[in-house]
């Protein structure tokens, strides 16, 4: 087994713009988040994924980036983003830089030269076809914000390809230039002392040539174009060519954000053999297609989770490395997706979630605020949306028939990207002592409860629990190295599995419900060690009930258990 720094850290993304701003202007920044170091270093987490801090117009919050070695105004200067690297250094927390490539704005100087003529040095750097005989758009494939994925430029009579936004251009990944300007970038970010990249959508970057019509579903108006675009001929040769000019030269963490990811892929992507990336990014556990597309207004269930988290715990077994997330900038709050957010069950829930990722294997990702168990937003109008997928959203079901605004609303306001860009909930102050001007987007009204200050100090809050979490993982390396596997594979309602390395056992035990559960201990575990437990605890033996989303972790040592040295 390959040992890696990556691998044995636990990961916290910040989101800058809702994490801690230092100047009253109701946008986080770079010196909030230097302010708020000291914080992370008690939580113990060893890496921040920084989400976009570059030069950018935010029609997408910074995923549309207009110069890559800048810093965006709102957020500060690069003396300010130095200062931050140097302080987190300083207290042994590393720092990973979001890498948009596949697109970069359309204020970006190559796209503003691009669309300047048709022999412009870099027209090529962009994806530009003729509209067909009749005018319209060379294929018919949907962008994945709404909207067609192509633009017509009126200057030079041709269209540009946009799998997101038209103000996201996507980069020409066939045109070598291309692949260096974005190489020597990369390196420069490395030669500041950076940690690593996250790779936004690197999954898009190679599309199949001819760029073929995609495939209509019943009611949509634009075609699909993933399977033109995802994992296409040549994103595996343009990643190892990426990891011998950049990679392969530092000691990084890599994460590929790779949409529609399979086992096979990821095998690929994440190979042991360390040709491309440290780890990938699936997605299969938190995009259950139920409702509307990804539109749903339904907690996931313990099935739907287990299943998925346990196939790619099993099929990535020495082949690739997992990474362990329940939400991100793009999804909703955790303990409301796939917990229970409720007064009742918020913190016992946060913690079990907490419990069954952090066990597994893997390198598990806190999204800023999980650590509190935040929770959904509750919104109740339209005009409280800020994120363009969930503005454009009603317009792509509702508008067009597929789904009347009754049924689609609860879905929007379940799934919405905002849900987690609300600010981060630091004390019961005014507009949770993020800002002390008008926050860019509301605050959770439950932070008056809800909040880093109320937590740090009590010993049995999700914050507290999180650092006991994140100090076992340190501790004993079966959490991070062992074998998993799955025992009760169909009970409806305990998620339990095993770790297993060497002499070493571990059992993760949860009760993914709102109800009592019954479980039975293996007699192997009986007299191991309990190393957490969310709700108190005290008997682990033999016939159990446990309470509503009641988790413990067991560890062993050889076959005498008990208060074992380690
Ligand atoms: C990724 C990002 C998302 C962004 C999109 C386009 O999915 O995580 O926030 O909107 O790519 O860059």
Known sequence: MNKAWWKEAVVYQVYPRSFMDSDGDGVGDIKGITSRLDYLRELGIDVIWLSPVYKSPNYDNGYDISDYQDIMDEFGTMADFDEMLAEAHARGIKVVMDLVVNHSSFQHKWFVESRKSKDNPYRDFYIWRDPKEDGSRPNNWGAWFGGPAWTLDEATGQYYLHLFTPQQPDLNWDNPKVRDAVFDMMNWWCEKGIDGFRMDVISLISKVPGLPDGEKAPGAVYGKHDPYTVHGPHVHEYIKEMNRKVLSKYDLLTVGETAGVTVEQAAKYANVDGSELGMVFQFEHVESERKFGKWTDEPETIGFVRENLSKWQYDLEGKAWNSLFLDNHDQPRAVSHFGNDSEEFREASAKMLATMLHMMKGTPY??????????????????????????????????????????????LVFKSRDNARTPMQWDDSENAGFTTGTPWINVNPNYKTVNAKAQMDDPNSVFSYYKKLLTLRKRYDVIVYGRYDLIMKEDPQVFAYTRTMDEKRLLCVCNYSDKQAAFELPAEFEGADCLITNLGRENVSGGMTLKPYECFVLYGYGKRYGNMEI
Request: net charge negative.
């Open 366 to 411: 806190i999204y800023q605020g999980q650590e509190l168990g935040m929770t959904n937003y509750p919104f109740t109008d339209v005009s409280e949306f800020r994120d363009i997928e969930s503005i454009n959203a009603c317009r792509e079901w509702v508008d067009t028939g597929r789904a009347t605004y009754e049924a689609f609303w609860p879905c």
